[in-house]
């Protein structure tokens, strides 16, 4: 499960957040993301990581307003030195402890454009929708797994920097706050603050 949907997001997915759109016009915005985990997340996880991806569509409803979906990846990773661990059965295990979590958004997304047509556009956005989980833990060779499907929020905002004034391609720098209710054994929810860098292009009339 966890390759097939990698595969399908990486093939289909790979982007940062979207820019805004002209009335009518369909934009896509395509790069990297990064992200630092929050709150009891950083219980797992309290490296950034910059393994991630994310891809946006929006439609425009006017020149500041935008409709459309936001999907990506974000890839956790940790590996904590030998410890002392208690294992499910109650015994005891010296051990290396390895956290792995990967999250895979699909948000329906709203933005707005404070400065359209302008040479430096920043924008608010915000998402939601869902969120597969998949987590990972490893004490020693004993592996604990757990995919899940959660609901998600993401705000977010961010400056669009055309090529050239009032031009439809540029690049798109953007901040967002995933917020993601998640139980498993002492975590009760994931958030990160993830960051993009991304290019913006119109995807077709």
Known sequence: MKKLILVIIL???????????????????????????SGEFRDLVNK????????SILYGINDRLAVGLNAGF??????????????????DISAVLTNS?????????????FMPGAGLQPYLSAGAGGAVV??????GEYPNES?????ALRPGGGIFIPFRKAGEVGVN????????????????????????????FPSRN
């Open 11 to 37: 093939v289909t997915s790979i982007g940062a957040y979207t820019t805004w759109s002209q009335q009518g016009l369909v934009r896509m915005t395509i790069g990297l993301s990064g992200a630092t985990p």
């Open 74 to 91: 974000q890839d956790f990773y940790q590996k904590y030195p030998r410890a002392v661990y208690k294992l499910s059965d109650g015994s």
């Open 147 to 151: 995919d899940k499907i959660n609901f």
């Open 173 to 200: 720098l953007g901040v967002n706050y995933t917020f993601i209710p998640y139980k498993q054994d002492d975590i009760s929810n994931l958030s990160y603050i993830g960051f993009t860098v991304g290019i913006g």
């Open 134 to 139: 998949m987590n990972s833990q490893f004490i």
């Open 48 to 55: 950034t990581t910059f393994r991630g991806a994310d891809l």
């Open 101 to 113: 979590v990967q999250t895979i958004p699909f948000l329906a997304t709203a933005q707005y454009n």
